[in-house]
């Protein structure tokens, strides 16, 4: 008989052992995180909040890129209509185009004048052009930002040293100054000297040919709607027809019907700077979540004054705001993902509640404090991989919105010195802290809520499209109803665009004595 030897015996005995004896447990998933104020658990948020952006996102087909073009074709054929009748705006202009209506908070501007438009049951897409009526690029072109009479990131603006060309151009929107400064006027300007850009030894020399915002937002809205039914009186087949076309405060807002699109554009006439103002220098010099991401040069390539003054007893016909939407641009780029995702559901549900009344508060207050929450918490805490980031961001922004609501602060991000809510009163900060104590306390319903909107939102368009496919209007559609192999070849270059360049803004160089050739620039890329 063979003997097995026992070390043999003992590895064969582990091996059967082994194969009876019940397996280990799998590692346990990791709990989420549950919200103390809420009891929500925070990855239930953060997957209400990936569905909801992407309902906000939309299907953007190539149908549907096609007559966002030929809506943004009409919006630049009509300016170029402007330009070449009144011979105001500047012959190759440059203008911003931003993902999002006025409203989205994209811009800051008093909520009060703004409109009330819903997507779904008013439109389907919406954007914001900021239309330069002054191109002050030209360094050598001497300017004067007159900040004497006015809150931080406000000011009146002299165009007493420009050209004659521009002053008589001008001359209908341009306001004088009676009487002389006094000896405290001259003091203080001394010291306003270093905000100006540039500034002016002379304090006198400031006096007169005040460029007045209210008078060229009078002005704007009558060339625009002279030359939306200059269009209308000729339409054509494959153009997008004006469905409305309204004033809201500074905006001169149109809704195109574009195939089965209605594209909502809010027009804005700005004035446009190459360069960075001297009163915000000191921001300059902070450390910021962009630093090593982009450039100085690209962070501050220019700035606008907006027509929009102080809610604090401001001056309509003199006082403009600053505003830097080109740096927010590029600014936009460097918001880690998951921070981004937490401002879009932040912003749907905010503007549901916001809505009425209006009260002082608007969504570029939500769009700043993202910019404060990127500087001051860790990059790898924005852009986490942890299923609960989404959802836990999300409380952290209403949170914040909390906090500045009931403190009546919020200071601007480019200038710091400018609390954007001094104006609200007691009873106004306490209603908006009411309602935003609501959504904090059931953040799931609301983002519910917020969800349901959207799908409404996106099942109406559908409904439209079907509607419009089937019965479709000669003059929104190609000829028979067939795209040209070239407006084919158009569409998927701007499917290609889009999906390339979600969320990102538009810049475009438009010719008016040739507007059918218009060059693009998303962010700094050229088309």
Known sequence: MRTIPSCLRVVEMDTLMSAV??????????????????????????????????????????????????????????????????????????????????????????????????????????????????????????????????????????????????????????????????????????????????????????????????????????????????????????????????????????????????????LLPVVSFRGWPAVAQGWLTANHFWDGKITEEEAISGFYLLPCCSPLGGRPDREWRLAFSRSEVQLKKCIPYPMAQAFQAAKAVLSRILARPRTGLSLYHLRTLLFWACDRLPAAYLSSPDPDTPGRLLLGLLDDLAHCILGKNCPNYFLPQCNMLEHLTDSQALLVARKLAHVRSDPSEHLRAAVDQAQQAGQLKKELTGSTNGHGSPGHHPANGIISPSEDKLAQRLQQLVTENPGKSISVFLNPDDVTRPHFRIDDKFY
Request: net charge negative.
């Open 21 to 266: 004896a019940p397996r280990s447990p799998a590692p346990a998933k990791k709990p989420s995180e549950v919200d103390f104020r809420s009891g929500a658990a925070l990855d239930q948020l953060s997957s209400q909040v990936s569905e909801l952006v992407l309902l906000e996102q939309g299907e953007f087909g190539d149908q549907t890129a096609l007559e966002v073009h030929t809506a943004k074709d009409f919006i630049f054929n009509m300016l170029g209509l402007v330009q070449k009748v009144d011979q105001r705006l500047p012959v190759a202009n440059e203008y911003l185009l931003l993902s999002g209506g006025a409203r989205e908070g994209v811009l800051d501007l008093n909520p009060e004048d703004l409109g009330d438009y819903a997507k779904g049951a008013d439109f389907d897409l919406d954007f914001t052009l900021l239309v330069p009526a002054l191109k002050l690029h030209d360094r050598n072109q001497p300017v004067t930002l007159d900040m004497r009479h006015s809150p931080p990131c406000h000011s009146w603006l002299s165009l007493r040293l420009c050209d004659s060309n521009i002053l008589s151009r001008w001359s209908v929107c341009c306001q004088e100054e009676n009487g002389l400064l006094t000896e405290e006027d001259e003091e203080e300007e001394g010291e306003m000297g270093k905000g100006s850009v540039p500034s002016l030894g002379s304090p006198q020399s400031l006096d007169g040919c005040y460029f007045s915002p209210s008078l060229v937002t009078d002005w704007f809205w009558g060339v625009v709607s002279e030359a939306v039914e200059e269009l209308r009186r000729s339409p054509q087949r494959g153009i997008p027809s004006p469905d409305r076309l309204e004033r809201n405060g500074p905006l001169t807002t149109i809704i195109l019907q574009a195939g089965s699109s209605r594209v909502l554009y809010d």
